[in-house]
């Protein structure tokens, strides 16, 4: 261990993904089931109608499948329609926001076991609704309203970064091919295909300077983890991961009101909370996974979180700082980028890679003897953040 | 007192509410900024931006101003933009299950003082829009897709209990008639005038037996609570609330796969959960705030939470026990039915009357010293319910 042994805030006994991609056919919650008996898989001597307590949701958008009110149709998707479930939403960060607050619950007393999912199902919408839809991400009188989109709110941020800190449109892309490597080698990405820098920087501009390949896409996928009190961890299975740490921050949702644009208050302030209620610094870290729904966003991420002083991720992307073989290892699932971003489900799906990782079930992918992990999950450009820290138990 | 002091769970030290009704050139931030205004003014001892940890919010359909990620937004429109926020979605129910879920936040340690809203701006769509958007709250595949929307499933549940239990259409006017009655005194509330019978019984048929005075109606509004740890309630005032129950219950959304399609298993879960966190028997109770976004959800609860035996809720409206100077006065706030009903606030408003009635600011509506009162927050129907139950201090 690097760090005395901080008691662990819940435990991680299980987790589950979907394959992601287009998933033609299915409902989210069918994606959610998915991802709810692969977990169910890893831990049988979980019986999940007697010990589940409760099933928390991560879901973004209720207009994709014109569905409110999703959780108890995700609970009964698996049986579980008599538990008490909740939504929470705040897009991208939806089901680490989840995960935060199912960790209350247990802390506070009132659940002993919980389901956390996080789903999407975004394919069978046309480009020009799925556009539509997600753009709710971004304020509606100042933003949408002049036609900002989230790329193109991304953009802005970019140009303004690549002014203050000299960070190239090449760093970017080496971000996506950092990221579509590592997806080659998770069965359940998106993306298994391997992609150059010359194919990032002739693919086609979305939002001067982020292209096509600098933009996370339009994916179907769920992904769940089972967390539990510490005190009962070991009822259930050997390998599971302690959670250690939880932060989270939250800024001015328009961004001309921030007081920066190239660094964001609310992961400084996630990253903050996760690091001093886990009672580690960046330097203990043997892997994360941050939120690159635009390359632009790892690449600030890893200067907000600590990874590298500001200004610098750009070069620490051309020293290979965060390949697998790397000083720190960022992204080992894919990313947003490579293994896809169903936006509700992208925060437990890092949650999920923290949980393989440190059980070492990432199969190819598997970095060697991790014993901390770090996630940081965005809602919008920059305005929540949530991160958690992981252990090897 | 007429229990045992339970240790409370949580204390509210203030609450606020914006006037219900058609609200034009408003966004829902705006709506919920005068309800949280109207909190600071009640507890001048709490600096917002010193003491509130978070802001939960309770808000149903993201479609409605196409506005996902709200909660930054409204804490946003009161200052505490930097402030950790969270959404929580379960429609007619989603206040309720946010302030649930902040009481676990303060049981958890995690947070000492938090601030609770729910608001909707509803009327700047059009009826059809509305009508459309609402039906979210049904299960898409089973339920919207074959023409079900919530007053149609509310008609099926109404026609079965007229058919098991004798309850006529007469019973449910008086219902609304009731609830009209008590918005009269309620300076916040959408109608504030009475209606009789007669014109609940020649109102247009919305869905038979449901007629348009059955139905709550389509209202732009927000209503807040702040809670806060026991031990520091005393801090911000002498005038606050002890949260002394809390429960919550969920089924099927699909009501043909229920077992009953006139007893919500989602009631009687959620207030067995407050009932017995909280110590205390229906007899025990001194007012209620039920969900009535129509006429039969009323007379379903009388029986679901122990205020009568199953199938007597409609003699008992005949007997008049449930108005204000009855045996146990229901919905003095005028309900959803009276007040209005903008969805993801009904959960707080409900909580707002609670907090009023307990601490004798209710106005003109004021029952007599009440000790002990309970709220009842459904998401569809029947589908999600949060109960909390609130002692004087």
Known sequence: MKTGRTKPLACIISAGSSKYGKRDGLYARELFAEAAYEAFDRCPNLD?????????????????????????????????????????????????TALRHAIFGI????????????????????VGEAIEIISMAAD????????????????????????????????????AVKNHRNAVDNPKAQFRKEITIEEVMSSRIVADPLKLYDCSAITDGASCVII?????????????????????GSDAEIIMERESLTSFFSTKKASEG??????????????????DAFTINEIIAYEDLGFCKKGEGGAMVDQGAFERDGKLPVNTSGGLKGKGHPVGASGA?????????????????????????????????????????????
């Open 48 to 96: 999940p109608q007697k010990d589940i307590d409760s099933v928390y949701v991560g879901q973004a958008y209720e207009s994709l499948e014109h569905q409110a009110n999703i959780s108890p149709g995700f609970a009964a998707s698996i049986g579980l329609q008599k538990k008490p479930t909740v939504r929470v939403e705040s897009v991208s960060s939806s089901s680490a």
């Open 140 to 175: 509606f009188p100042f933003e949408q309203w002049q036609g900002a989109t989230l790329p193109g709110l991304c953009a802005l941020i970019a140009r303004e970064h690549m002014r203050l800190y000299g960070t190239t449109e090449e760093q970017m892309a080496k971000v």
């Open 107 to 126: 802390l506070g007393g009132m659940y002993d076991t919980i389901m956390i999912g996080g789903a999407e199902k975004m394919t069978h919408r046309s």
């Open 228 to 248: 539990c009190k510490p005190e009962i961890a070991r009822r259930y299975t050997d390998n599971f991961v302690e959670i250690i740490g939880t932060g989270e």
């Open 349 to 393: 799906a890092q949650v999920y890679e923290a949980y393989l990782q440190l059980t070492d079930q990432a199969g190819k992918r598997q970095i060697q003897s991790p014993q901390i992990g770090l996630t940081h999950a965005m809602g919008g450009a920059g305005v929540n953040v949530v991160s958690h820290i992981f252990r090897r138990h």
């Open 274 to 291: 996760a690091y001093s209620t886990a009672k580690v610094e960046p330097k203990d870290l043997d892997f994360a996974e941050v939120h």
